[in-house]
């Protein structure tokens, strides 16, 4: 079910393919930095396609692919397309729809003199979304360029520093179940620097990143047709508004057992936008407004536990985020606010997320939770319709009844509150608040390379039933069919992978 | 380090030469001409009337939306073409060019071009579908080279259709009908009129455009800019003429009984959605005197024709004409020539914007209609050209205009002595359209280019085009081949050379010595004679206007006399227009006339043998 608000459009997040680090125990999925110092925990170097060759005097150089994907096929058992039903910002991604990065990555490396190297590596991530040749027919593909940046760092002793610069999404971790990264998720091009720090007890990082997006929206680019010079008319930028976003991360883990296969960590998140003034020209091509300057902060934090390694519980984790975004920052990078206040900016709105995410490993079973609240208030005046609080809860289970097969059972159900009377069934004397709820019930046989929650690829066939209730449906417009329904199926087969591809 | 101090020095080297060429061709290219007075005085010249988009394609650069299928179409003709034919008009023996306006105009709208160009939108840019300054420049330039004086086209009283009348305040065009058009017998035959409502050209309200809706009135609907920058349809320039008070904003003349109405005439839009100016206002006045002085002081050009003049104040008239010759003078631009456009054949109207200081002459409207429509081209008596004459002193302006134009001495010229004759023009159907005799036209071109006057000859005329009303009287004129052989480009080229050789033909003043009532078989039917005499010369000129029949400058079969004239007795008088009568000579009668006889549709410059 789509979103019933304008909620800012999300970019289609790459699966977190490991709940740091306790997912790499897991699978070796990642291709990390070279180690630092002492920090044997820490990330291992997956043994992947990597093509190794001598560049010049010992600057060793590795080609490097990955990928994640998820590709599916499936109905709702009325002989159309299954689509996902959510009436929440970021539902369970049981019946989400088909995705799937190619990574290329290119790294050199000195070799090792006096305790310190070198490295840098290029990288370069291309997104396909959904609309594949072999089901739309259409000899063609919406994709994007999700990572296009170049990364210098030394590492030496204790210390790890790194600069980058480019185009990259850059982030943290994230809700697996509901495909959300619920601290720190930017998409921007700009650049950073990181500095990581071992220590006998643990590890410390700090992240800081600037950079810059300008929307192809009238918010922030317009682009208006004048006279030529000459003949005819020509295209002129009149309004380049580029929205600079800075941030910055601090985490600080806290090893519990050596090597740090079971740990704490904290980390601090920080954001801040600023949109600069602009004049936009008005649509009868003459006339003229200002737009006026806007911006926006966000802070959060996080606290995670892990074990890994072996054990009962080897592979487990939990993670709770907590999340305040106020003005611009409350939309998220690529969003245009709405509900602004007569000032026109976002001066005003806010966000309140709080986010959990879990997975408990044993040798027979699997548990996989995901849940967020999130209380969202526009700068508007008036609390209306636009302004809302959400939730999800969902959880899955797999059975790991042999080494590859595992079948699984996921629930989970979701419910927003508007702050206003719906504007199709609000009525001048009872105003009538909607609260559309969704509750989705899943049966997965899944088949993996191991009895993980984590472990990929994995084939799953699934069945889902979406049950609605008469708010969730009026959430549909009156002339979409799925509005008679207060149950929708989903049968389908849907394969996801990842390997190599971990580049945030 | 001897490469590294040679690459030094060669890269300083090159820095400098750079520099160096950059400098050399920092030349002041673009900057305006120096003011010079071309003209000694302009009862010398003949006017040669150029649509510049139909005349020549001389740059295939500025071809731009051409659709030469349509006769409302941009056609390709600019300004280079003219100077590629400097040849062909001087041949002619043309002395001056009146070009289409120079400004950027409003591309298209309703599916017709603005090739006219009579739609300002940018009041200061040139029209790239001619070309740039530069080329306006060089084609000025050229033309004075070869003593032709360029005349610039004025619009003041309107801009192109670039706002619409919100009226129903909805903030987008409308056009809509109301009404059924339906009779209700059973309410004593009720009415429901059938109305049509465009918010582009409303008809006038007096009061102004007034919004409405539903509920009634609404006041004064605002107005909107529109934005079609495809087709320069874009709120106009300079800037200053986006201000909304700078229009009258009552809605387009309600034709055909408001071109009767003087309130309408002056305050209402032009019919096609054409603006109008609100030129009563001072500072809308010296902006017009800031724009139009600015396109001669960047070019050195010589006149004005000015457009719609009887759709503007008097008030206007007086300071912009003011203006114009006193910015003009201190640049250095004397003897500066504006004529105005009158679409009418009221000859006191014409006449009055020749007075109390207004122009230096006006388009001779009403010449048009009685003298070559009426006597060249219907028939009619003679003497309609001795009434029209002999109204002129008491219609049009008798005394110079302050800074006005002067002749060779620098004595003023009164506006009666300065009038723009012609036969035909671009808005009116061509001479041949209504009457196709190629004898006639060349008989209404003899009396043209010998009588008093400032002669201007449409384009084409010489190669016979005839082509009806607008647009079809604006054809290309490629086609032509620009051919110098014809029998009416010879006609008009030895007209044009006698009227340089007898400087009476050009300044003399003007005395009618015959016309006629008769039409007929009469003797001196279609009869009309005129002596023109300058600095003790004379020229007698004898035209026949009759279709069929020759006449002769005598009356004495109907019991009247003979023509006087002011040659003594004896003298010899010499026809100096070759033609293939040999009939030549005539001898002045000791009464001191002369019978001078003249073959249907052609005429005879006399002058002492």
């Known amino acids: 079910m789509e979103e019933v608000a304008a909620e800012p459009e999300q970019p289609e997040p790459a699966p977190v393919v490991q709940p740091e680090p306790a997912a790499v125990v897991v699978e070796p999925v990642v291709v990390e930095r070279p180690p630092l110092g002492r920090d044997a925990a820490g990330p291992v170097v997956a043994e992947a396609e990597a093509e190794a060759a001598v560049v010049d005097e010992g600057i060793r150089s590795e080609f490097i692919f990955g990928s994640y994907g998820r590709v599916r096929a499936a109905t709702d058992l009325q002989g159309s397309t299954a689509r996902p039903v959510n009436v929440v910002t970021y539902g369970s991604r049981i019946d989400e729809v088909s995705y799937a990065e190619l990574e290329f990555r290119q790294r050199f490396l000195t070799p090792e003199r006096n305790t310190s190297t070198f490295h840098s590596e290029v990288v370069a991530t291309l997104a396909f979304l959904d609309d594949f040749f072999h089901y739309t027919g259409r000899f063609e593909q919406s994709l994007a360029m999700r990572n296009l940046y170049a990364e210098l760092g030394w590492a030496g002793g204790l210390v790890d520093v790194s600069l980058w610069g480019g185009s990259r999404m850059y982030r943290g971790d994230d809700v697996y179940l509901l495909d959300f990264w619920p601290l720190d998720n930017l998409n921007t091009v700009g650049g950073g620097t990181r500095v990581a720090m071992g220590q006998d007890f643990g590890r410390t990082e ?3 990143h600037a950079g810059v997006n300008r929307l192809v929206d009238p918010y922030q680019l317009q682009v208006v047709r004048v006279p030529g010079i000459e003949f005819g008319a020509d295209d002129v930028v009149f309004l380049d508004r580029q929205r600079f976003i800075v941030s910055g991360r601090a985490e ?33 091509g003459v006339n003229e407004r200002t737009v006026p300057e806007d911006d926006g902060w966000l802070i959060g934090t996080q606290l995670g536990f892990w074990t890994a390694g072996e054990g009962l519980f080897a592979g487990s984790f939990a993670n709770l985020f907590v999340r305040y975004a106020s003005d611009l920052a409350a939309y998220g990078e690529f969003g245009i606010p709405y509900g602004v206040n007569l000032e026109e900016t976002s001066q005003g709105a806010s966000e309140l997320l709080v986010a959990l995410s879990g997975n408990l490993e044993t040798p027979w079973a699997g548990l996989l939770v995901g849940a967020y609240f999130k209380d969202f208030a526009t ?21 790991y009844v042999t080494r590859h097969i595992h079948p699984g059972v996921e629930i989970s159900h979701q419910v927003r509150q508007h702050g206003g009377p719906f504007p199709e069934t609000e009525s001048y004397s009872s105003p009538r608040f909607e609260v559309p709820a969704v509750t989705k019930l899943s049966f997965i046989q899944a088949f993996s390379m191991e009895p993980s929650m984590y472990s990929r690829p994995q084939l799953r066939l699934i069945y889902t039933a979406s049950m609605l209730n008469e708010s969730a449906q009026r959430s549909y417009r009156p002339q979409d069919p799925r509005r008679e329904l207060d149950v929708q199926h989903y049968l389908g087969v849907m394969v996801e992978w990842w390997f190599n591809s971990a580049s945030y | 380090m001897r490469h590294m101090r040679l690459g030094l020095l060669l890269l300083a080297l090159l820095l400098f030469a750079s520099w160096s060429v950059a400098s050399c061709f920092d030349v002041p290219v673009n900057a305006p001409p120096k003011m010079t007075t071309e003209v000694e005085d302009w009862r010398d010249e003949i006017i040669y009337q150029i649509l510049v988009d139909r005349f020549e394609n001389g740059d295939k650069n500025n071809d731009y939306n051409l659709d030469l299928r349509a006769p409302t179409g941009w056609h390709g003709g600019d300004w280079q073409g003219i100077i590629d034919r400097l040849d062909y008009i001087e041949e002619l023996g043309v002395t001056a060019l009146w070009i289409s306006p120079n400004y950027k105009n409003v591309e298209q709208d309703a599916g017709i071009s603005g090739y006219h160009g009579y739609w300002p939108q940018d009041f200061v840019s040139t029209n790239p579908h001619f070309g740039d300054m530069n080329k306006l420049r060089e084609l000025v330039a050229e033309s004075h080279k070869r003593g032709i004086k360029v005349i610039f086209d004025v619009v003041v009283n309107h801009i192109g259709q670039l706002f619409y009348y919100d009226i129903n305040l909805n903030g987008r065009p409308d056009e809509h009908v109301e009404g059924s058009g339906l009779v209700y017998d059973q309410y004593g035959g009720a009415r429901s009129d059938l109305v049509r409502v465009t918010e582009w050209d409303p008809d006038f309200d007096p009061r102004g455009i007034h919004s409405r809706t539903s509920l009634g ?7 909107r800019w529109v934005y079609m920058p495809e087709d320069n349809r874009v709120p106009p320039m300079p800037k200053v003429f986006q201000n909304d008070d700078w229009y009258n904003r009552k809605g387009r003349v309600v034709t055909p009984w408001g071109w009767n109405h003087r309130e309408q005439v002056v305050l209402a839009d032009f019919p096609g959605g054409l603006k109008d100016i609100k030129t009563s206002l001072p500072e809308v006045q010296q902006e017009m005197i800031r724009v139009w002085t600015h396109w001669i002081l960047e070019t050195n050009a010589d006149g004005f024709r000015i457009d719609t003049v009887k759709h503007v104040e008097d008030e206007f008239w007086k300071v912009f004409a003011a203006g114009v010759r006193k910015e003009l003078k201190a640049a250095g631009k004397n003897n500066f020539l504006m004529f105005g456009e009158i679409f009418d054949g009221d000859d006191a109207l014409l006449g009055h914007y020749t007075k109390d200081g207004m122009l230096d002459s006006v388009f001779y409207f009403s010449h048009k209609y009685q003298v070559f429509d009426d006597v060249f081209k219907r028939g009619g008596a003679t003497k309609k050209i001795e009434d029209l004459y002999n109204a002129r002193q008491a219609n049009y302006g008798t005394t110079p205009h302050p800074n006005g134009i002067v002749d060779a001495n620098g004595q003023g010229i009164a506006p009666t002595r300065a009038l723009v004759t012609f036969l035909d023009n671009h808005d009116v159907a061509r001479f041949l359209y209504e009457f196709n005799q190629v004898e006639g036209l060349r008989a209404a071109l003899f009396y043209l280019l010998t009588a008093d006057g400032i002669p201007c000859i449409y384009y084409g005329t010489e190669q016979d085009f005839e082509g009806g009303n607008d647009p079809a009287n604006r054809e290309d004129m490629w086609p ?28 003399g003043n003007f005395q009618l010595r015959w016309t006629s009532e008769r039409t007929a078989t009469e003797q001196d039917a279609g009869i009309v004679a005129f002596e023109r005499s300058y600095n003790g010369e004379s020229v007698l000129v004898v035209v026949n206007a009759h279709a069929s029949k020759t006449s002769e400058t005598s009356a004495t079969s109907l019991g009247g006399g003979g023509m006087p004239v002011s040659f003594a007795p004896g003298t010899v008088l010499v026809n100096v227009f070759q033609d293939d009568d040999a ?3 005539f001898v002045v009668a000791a009464d001191g006339t002369v019978t001078v006889s003249v073959k249907p549709r052609s005429g005879k410059i006399l002058v002492k043998k």
């Not at chain 1, 600080?252 to 740090?260: E, I």
């Open chain 2, 217 to 223: 009135e609404a006041g004064i609907a605002p107005i």
């Open chain 2, 480 to 507: 032509s081949q620009f051919d110098t052989s014809g029998t009416t480009f010879k006609h008009v080229q030895q007209l044009n050379q006698l009227r340089k050789k007898y400087a009476p033909l050009r300044r």
């Open chain 2, 583 to 585: 009939n030549k000579e």
């Open chain 1, 252 to 284: 600080q883990q806290l090893w519990l057992a050596p090597q740090g296969r079971t740990g704490l960590k904290l980390a601090v998140y920080g954001e801040s936008q600023h949109l600069p003034e602009g004049t936009q020209r008005l649509a009868d």
């Open chain 1, 206 to 208: 700090i992240k800081v």
């Open chain 1, 379 to 399: 700068a508007g005046r008036e609390s209306t319709f636009r302004d809302y609080w959400e939730t999800i809860v969902a959880a899955r289970v797999h059975a």
